[in-house]
């Protein structure tokens, strides 16, 4: 069994920072990638970020340049460095982790976000 704890959400005005963690624990050999995606009201849920096993990062276009993804691969921890947030940016955050070998995925619980304007 494998949990994910999410960290680092809550209010924050435009153009200000957060920065959100995820832990993930349990019965972990390897991991070939982790994401970020969040859900608004009203919309699907979307992919924000990803990092595959070998290092290379995918994101949204909505969101290229002001945020980054990253990993401590010790820890199998991973975060999303949330800068020049906008209103936009408001929604739930859930983090992902996709094992490696397996394939077997996990969701974590979700996080708010909200950007006041």
């Known amino acids: 069994q494998v949990q994910l704890v999410e960290s680092g959400g809550g209010l924050v005005q435009a153009g200000g920072s957060l920065r959100l963690s995820c832990a993930a624990s349990?019965?972990?050999?390897?991991?070939?990638?982790m994401g970020w995606y969040r859900q608004a009201p009203g919309k699907q849920r979307e992919l924000v970020a990803a990092?595959?096993?070998?290092?290379?990062?995918n994101y949204a276009d909505s969101v290229k340049g002001r945020f980054t993804i990253s990993r401590d691969n010790a820890k199998n921890t991973v975060y999303l460095q949330m800068n020049s947030l906008k209103p936009e940016d408001t929604a739930v955050y859930y983090c992902?982790?996709?094992?490696?070998?397996?394939?077997?995925?996990?969701w974590g619980q979700g996080t708010q976000v909200t950007v006041s304007s």
């Open positions: 349990g019965s972990i050999f390897s991991i070939n990638a």
């Open positions: 990092i595959i096993s070998g290092g290379s990062t």
């Open positions: 992902h982790v996709i094992l490696g070998a397996t394939l077997y995925d996990y």
